[in-house]
């Protein structure tokens, strides 16, 4: 849930899993409303129909319309260039944009004897907008400004460590930083058209509902709440990647019974849906799918300020909702009828599957009734009913509103069995479920949820967790809603850490910072990590070849789209 500068890499899981009820009525076929390609078009690869299961309220890469997964998968990865990227096995490469990787040896990578950090983009003089202009330093300027000016920015994290970006030369951009800045490659994940947004960099009122240039394989032809279509992008300067159908129709589809049941009926060809139970059995015949190594990491993250709390979410609150529960039970309901002995997360922001960042500094947390008895009575919980609820000295019940994604049967699943499972540890829920534009894009940002709520953040191989946990980050009206640490956790030495992990450029020392920091988490419990999400991808085999490349990326299943072909009758 980061901003396109930073690669757009931390979006919130969106609603997916039902195993109840029927797909809408389609009014008419997506291929149908496509349409047929352009007369001089020579393309002919047909129209590839996809469902999408958390269709997005809006498309600014800036603001809180980037704050959903699903405006980066379905639309911003298409038509936004990028400096670096990842590649199929999530290793950070120079795009085509660039015309070689920044690099000590090359110049790119300069550490000045005054501590600060330069970084050298030399740009490939062929990249050209879809409209014909060129692709330029003004454009990486231009995309750092508006991260930090824009009214309503999603996160300024990496570009306010950017003191100056030279972009005299078109062809090269030299940023300077304040200090060493660790994970430069995570940035610039979605160049901005200066030429077309420009010269105010506040873009709050721009690219809402239409994306109007493109700079990757697909341009955005038509966007709305009933469907999006892209076609290729004939301008675009990696023939690689010049899209080898004619047309892509993506049309809402926001449970995994619609999803499943449009792939079944022939009117999708493929989907992106968060793992569901069951998935084994329903995904039959002619259908295939492929289970990515996870990159979103899901969890009960904690609001410290929700509005509507009844009591302040202290440490011993949270660490004594720790011990009530049972993650090996957790994890278990929610995956494993997808994959065999799925594991707990046992560290609150890395990945286990990316480097050694994740200790497991967690794994001290197993059900306790003594523990939990100990943390609330040292604030003065009493529980006057022996097998009821705790309750503090103002006469308020230790019950906490949940918040998670209406519909998501995975989740739905969670919820119920952790009530259960809390029960005879007195600590008791108040459900109120949203659809996920509600709750990503509407109530996180302003932090008008929870004070609980079960989603994931996507993770990359990049340690960095200062969004989570940067004590200015916490979005409040007085900063305009700007920052991503959604726990409103402050505290100071976590925060100085986190932003150390960041200036440190010797892995061995980032590492040892990792781990002293993931120990302070795990003392504090800003939010409880249960388990790293799959990702899956399923396709109709008589329909579409080419899926799968990209199952496990943080870029979604459809990035390698362009790849793809139909596969005619």
């Not at 940002?445 to 340690?463: E, H, Q």
């Not at 030495?493 to 993931?518: G, N, T, Y």
Request: proline share 7%; charged share 20%.
């Amino acid at each position: 849930m980061t901003a396109t500068l930073a690669v757009l890499l931390m979006a919130a899981c969106g609603s997916d899993t039902s195993t109840e009820g029927s797909a809408p009525e389609t009014t008419a076929s997506a291929a149908d409303a496509a349409g047929a390609p352009d007369e001089g078009d020579s393309s002919s690869g047909g129209t590839l129909v996809l469902a999408v299961e958390q269709w997005p309220e809006c498309l600014n890469p800036v603001t809180s319309c980037a704050n959903a997964s699903w405006t980066l998968w379905s639309t911003l990865v298409h038509v936004l260039p990028r400096l670096t990227e990842l590649d199929p096995s999530n290793n950070y490469v120079a795009s085509s944009l660039l015309t070689e990787m920044p690099s000590i040896d090359n110049g790119g990578l300069v550490i000045d004897d005054d501590g600060t950090f330069t970084l050298t983009y030399r740009l490939n003089p062929d990249a050209v907008w879809s409209d014909g202009t060129p692709i330029t330093s003004t454009d990486v300027w231009f995309t750092w400004r508006a991260a930090l000016d824009t009214t309503g920015t999603l996160s300024t994290l990496g570009a306010d460590q950017i003191s100056d970006i030279d972009h005299s030369d078109p062809h090269t951009a030299v940023v300077t930083f304040d200090e060493p800045y660790a994970p430069w490659q995570t940035l610039f994940g979605g160049l901005l058209p200066a030429h077309e947004l420009g010269p105010d960099t506040d873009i709050a009122d721009q690219w809402n509902d239409e994306i109007t240039v493109s700079g990757g394989p697909w341009i955005q032809e038509s966007w709305s709440q009933e469907q999006q279509i892209l076609v290729p992008n004939r301008n675009y300067w990696d023939v690689e990647r010049i899209p080898l159908i004619d047309r892509v129709v993506m049309v809402p589809r926001e449970d995994t019974d619609s999803e499943i049941l449009a792939l079944q009926t022939g009117e999708a060809m493929a989907a992106f849906p968060q793992p569901f139970p069951g998935a084994r059995e329903r995904i039959t015949g002619d259908l295939t799918y492929e289970v990515g190594a996870g990159t979103f990491i899901e969890g009960l993250w904690i609001n410290q300020i929700a509005p509507d709390r009844r009591f302040e979410i202290t440490r011993n609150v949270r660490q004594a909702l720790a011990y009530s529960l049972d993650r090996e039970q957790i994890a278990d309901v929610a995956l494993g009828s997808i994959i065999p002995d799925p594991q707990v997360l046992q560290c609150a922001g890395w990945n286990p599957g990316f480097g050694d960042w994740c200790q497991p500094d967690f794994n001290r947390y197993g059900q306790s009734a003594e523990k939990v008895a100990e943390l609330l009575e040292a604030e003065g919980w009493t529980r006057p009913v022996p097998d009821g609820l705790w309750v503090n000295p103002e006469g308020e019940e230790l019950v906490l509103t949940w918040n998670t994604t209406a519909g998501n049967k995975r989740r739905e699943d969670v919820q119920a069995l952790v009530a259960e499972m809390t029960a005879p540890f007195g600590i008791g829920w108040d459900i109120v479920n949203y659809d996920a534009g509600e709750l990503f894009q509407n109530r996180l940002p302003v932090m008008n949820f929870g004070p609980v709520a079960l989603f994931a953040n996507s993770t990359n191989p990049d340690p960095s967790v200062t969004s989570h946990y940067d004590i200015d980050g916490v979005p409040t009206e007085e900063n305009g809603y700007t920052g991503q640490n959604f726990t409103a956790y402050r505290n100071q030495e976590a925060s100085d850490r986190a932003f150390a992990i960041d200036a440190e450029v010797d892995p061995a020392k980032r590492l040892d910072m990792v781990h002293q920091l993931s120990k302070i988490l795990a003392d504090d419990v800003p939010w409880i990590p249960l388990y790293v999400l799959p990702n899956l991808l399923a396709w109709d085999t008589t329909a579409v070849s080419g899926p799968g490349a990209y199952a496990s990326s943080p870029y979604g299943g459809f990035f390698d789209m362009y790849d793809w072909t139909v596969i005619s009758e």
